[in-house]
């Protein structure tokens, strides 16, 4: 059963769905608004529910105020308050979508946004959901939304939740070398296997460069090979 505190959340990226569905420039610009109100709301939510809700300690009332008229802000209150749930997220991310949305926002009906970036911000914003509330998004079936970017940024996200179980304490000034010196233990070509899909995972999200379904099937079954060599089950 849902949380009755997600529905906002929930019904903002059901409408972003909805329009992307539909298509055409105006359906797409709507849609990575509405979005990105999701995203926006749920940070706002989770930050704000009492304590025993969240499961952890959280900001007070007034430092939540402030933090709410900036988005960056909101984002370093996320980061401070909630960083174990954001493993194979980045925030980073996020604040790249946000710039983008607000570039459509403020530059009027003739700046248009490709289907692929609304489409990996609405699984972002599906993948935020699920690590802050611990559900998932109940979505209507009618709009037919799936897509294999979603695929592949849902086992990226499973690969990262499920290495860092296994990882060992992280040593201070070691970040980029301690998933790599963990995996080469286990499997050399492991480390070659990462570079390479985690590579992909930022030009996929970042849409610096064009990104076809076979890409994304190719790097998702290196994902997978991935998993194999380090002993993660991905399959569910």
Known sequence: M????????????????DHLSVGGDFDRRIAMISVDNAVELMVKTWLG??????????PGRRQLEEASESFPALLDLLQQYGSDKLIGLSLNDIEWYHRLR???????????????????????AIALFESLFGQQPTLSKTSGFRTITGEFLEVWNRFQLLLQAKLPPKEDNYAYYWKRDFMRQIKPEAVELYDKVSAFRNQLVHGLEEVTRNDIEIHLQLLRRLGEALGIELNQ
């Open 2 to 17: 849902s949380s009755p505190w997600t529905d906002g959340p929930r019904e903002l990226i059901q409408h972003a769905v």
């Open 49 to 58: 529910l009492p304590e025993r809700a969240r499961g952890s300690a959280g």
């Open 102 to 124: 607000n570039q459509l926002y403020h530059s009027g009906n003739g700046i248009t946004v490709e289907k692929s970036k609304v489409e990996t911000y609405v699984e972002l």
